[in-house]
């Protein structure tokens, strides 16, 4: 049973420090998608990558927050420095060939930050 | 550019009872249109979609959803809530035809069922 996996599940930090979140998209898709999801502003797009490169971070804080995808298993979203209004729970979601009838998102159980 | 709106944040049926959450969307282009639900902690899970063909459209969980273009919605509903269904609810939108795959959500409905 293929599953988008997600590390670490939970994480609580200290305003100012580093975060590094992991997600290993199911094998063989070529799109991986964050989103970050609070109480006040839903589920908002961070980025999208098709193939490892980025095609829109447009919902994303450039000034403390990068996305990358070192190889076609590993996406890491980062946050640095960290500051409580990032505290939400962080989703990765991986697909196949949006356009081709692979329409659909796969998403991992997602990630708990709290930053205090 | 496209937009959803959710019409209620929280539903409560009884158990047994017809399940019907509404959900308009904005889209400039034809859309694709999803619904996904959300069980406590657990990431979302796509219950049903639709891209092209038939309006009427079924999904999992005994759950079905109409597109009505004239209408500019795509509510999802189910004949007969089980206590299984609580969780929240999303949905979402998509240019159609193109191969960008940015989803756009509503807000989410909570669903509540009463035994």
């Known amino acids: 049973d293929a599953r988008v996996t997600q590390t670490p599940r939970h994480k609580v930090t200290e305003m100012g420090q580093e975060v590094t979140m992991r997600c290993q998209p199911i094998?063989?898709?070529?799109?991986v998608f964050w989103y970050r999801q609070t109480m006040m502003q839903g589920l908002e797009l961070l980025a999208y990558?098709?193939?490892?490169?980025?095609?829109?971070d447009s919902g994303m804080p450039k000034d403390r927050f990068s996305a990358e995808m070192p190889d076609a298993t590993l996406a890491t979203l980062k946050i640095q420095p960290s500051e409580p209004r990032d505290s939400a729970v962080y989703f990765c979601?991986?697909?196949?060939?949006?356009?081709?009838?692979?329409?659909?998102?796969?998403f991992g159980p997602g990630t708990r930050l709290l930053v205090l | 550019a496209q937009s959803v709106t959710q019409l209620g944040s929280h539903v409560s049926v009884s158990e047994g009872a017809l399940v019907l959450l509404r959900c308009n969307y904005s889209?400039?282009?034809?859309?694709?249109l999803f619904w996904y639900v959300q069980y406590p902690n657990q990431g979302l899970q796509l219950l049903l979609k639709?891209?092209?063909?038939?309006?009427l459209v079924k999904g999992i969980n005994g759950f079905e959803a109409e597109f009505k273009k004239s209408e500019t919605s795509f509510h999802l509903t189910k004949p007969s809530a089980h206590m299984s269904d609580a969780a929240e609810y999303f949905c979402?939108?998509?240019?159609?035809?193109?191969?960008?795959?940015?989803?756009?959500f509503g807000q989410g409905t909570i669903l509540t069922v009463h035994p």
């Open positions: 639709y891209t092209t063909g038939a309006t």
């Open positions: 889209s400039s282009v034809p859309p694709y």
């Open positions: 979601a991986s697909g196949l060939n949006p356009g081709r009838g692979q329409e659909t998102q796969y």
């Open positions: 094998l063989g898709h070529n799109t």
């Open positions: 979402a939108v998509r240019p159609g035809g193109t191969s960008y795959g940015k989803l756009t």
């Open positions: 990558f098709r193939n490892r490169a980025p095609l829109d």
